[in-house]
């Protein structure tokens, strides 16, 4: 913990010395720095000292003044910020000759904006050893459930060597381990290395990882890694039992040059999904994800590694599951450009109710500035997909996809 106290000190007294940068929008605003102090390669993907700031409770300050007085200590301005996601997606399936204004993704759909959302985060207090933070995502676009697409409040009790953490949360969709991660390999449903996450992500292919929740992450941190205990309810905003529970345990050695983390996910339990219901759905799903962050021949690499299993009947992905799905997904992303050109592949090996349903994938992030990124994605599936058409219909989708994305955030 010293070492990573020393580590962060240096970067929080270089602030003040630094040139003004482009910038993640709230946290950027409270640390007074740019996105590439808390994320390798491209957004959203955290480095170390990224990991430290979230373990922290969203609590670190830089050249930020502050409201400060007995027991007080707030930002002097709340930190605001904002996402855009711009997307064009082409799939080659035969069109729904019913479509006639062509709003199938066969037909080519533009999607403005597939994202929207608007961000408030930041210190909530810190008593010395107490500090409460939060984060809250606003999706102007994309939630039928209300504004509110996530929201968490961390409680941390620093005692140097371990932080022992509280975090209340509820989100419309990010999964179950929402309220504690630092995986960028799609453990919690938005921190994803790539943006066809069903393609990168085993997790998210089976669904383990991205559901409504609303519950308590407890959770224990050290140098060493962490574990997250959290009880749960897979319904967003929800008033009912919490007798769900995700375990999400890590290691995060540094091996050689390469900064790792080597977790274990599983779900258990059972919980209602409708208040006005006796019935419950079983939650079981377990997964192994890992990753490694450093540099190869001169180039900031990750490497990723998931696997996921979800059983039958399973409430996943705000549905109980018709089949098992299996799913292993191996990637690398480098960056040829510093601070500009990510080059990325990943493979997926599913199944489906025992049929394949295997993807490769090719990737590019190209920063026009550390806040703003043209992203390409393409997908080549081992057999036919099906997409939902603007009656939500399953129709054929072909066995490709393309994705071409402009992402901004201020």
């Known amino acids: 913990m010293k070492k990573v106290a020393l580590s962060l000190a240096g970067v929080l007294a270089a602030v003040a010395f630094a040139p003004e940068a482009s910038a993640i929008p709230a946290f950027a605003r409270q640390t007074g720095m740019a996105c590439s102090a808390c994320h390798a390669q491209h957004f959203p993907v955290l480095n170390g000292f990224g990991r430290a700031f979230k373990a922290a409770g969203f609590t670190m300050m830089g050249s930020q003044e502050k409201v400060e007085g007995e027991h007080l200590s707030i930002p002097a301005n709340m930190n605001l910020g904002v996402l855009l996601k711009v997307r064009y997606q082409k799939t080659n399936g035969t069109a729904d000759a019913t479509l006639a204004d062509g709003s199938d993704t066969n037909s080519g759909q533009w999607q403005f904006p597939d994202e929207y959302a608007f961000f408030i985060g930041g210190r909530v207090a810190d008593n010395g050893a ?139 339990g059972s919980s209602p999904t409708d208040a006005t219901s006796s019935a419950k759905s079983p939650t079981k799903a377990t997964g192994f994800s890992a990753q490694a962050h450093g540099e190869l021949a001169g180039m900031e690499t990750g490497f990723y590694l998931q696997n996921s299993k979800a059983d039958k009947d399973s409430w996943v992905n705000n549905a109980a599951l018709t089949a098992e799905k299996t799913a292993t997904t191996i990637g690398a992303d480098f960056t040829v450009i510093p601070h500009v050109l990510s080059l990325g592949a990943a493979v997926r090996s599913a199944k489906n109710n025992n049929v394949s349903d295997n993807a490769t994938t090719l990737t590019a992030v190209y920063d026009l500035a550390q806040n703003v990124a043209v992203v390409a994605n393409y997908t080549k599936y081992s057999k036919k997909q099906t997409i939902k058409d603007a009656n939500d219909v399953n129709v054929d989708g072909g066995d490709n996809l393309l994705t071409l994305m402009l992402e901004a955030a201020w």
């Open 130 to 268: 107490t500090k409460v933070g939060v984060m809250m995502e606003n999706a102007l676009r994309g939630t039928d459930a209300g504004i509110a697409a996530g929201l968490r409040v961390p409680v941390v009790f620093d005692m140097d060597s371990v932080k022992l953490s509280v975090i209340p949360f509820t989100t419309d969709g990010l999964g179950p381990f929402y309220g504690y991660s630092e995986s960028s390999a799609g453990v919690v449903r938005s921190i994803r290395w790539a943006e066809h996450r069903k393609e990168v992500s085993a997790h998210q292919y089976t669904g383990m990882s991205s559901n409504e929740a609303t519950g308590f992450a407890f959770v224990a941190h050290t140098d060493m890694g962490y574990i997250n205990v959290t009880r749960y309810n897979p319904k967003f905003v929800s008033n009912l039992a919490q007798t769900s529970t995700a375990v999400h345990v890590a290691f995060t050695p540094t091996l050689g040059d390469f900064a790792t983390i080597f977790s274990v996910e599983a779900l258990s």
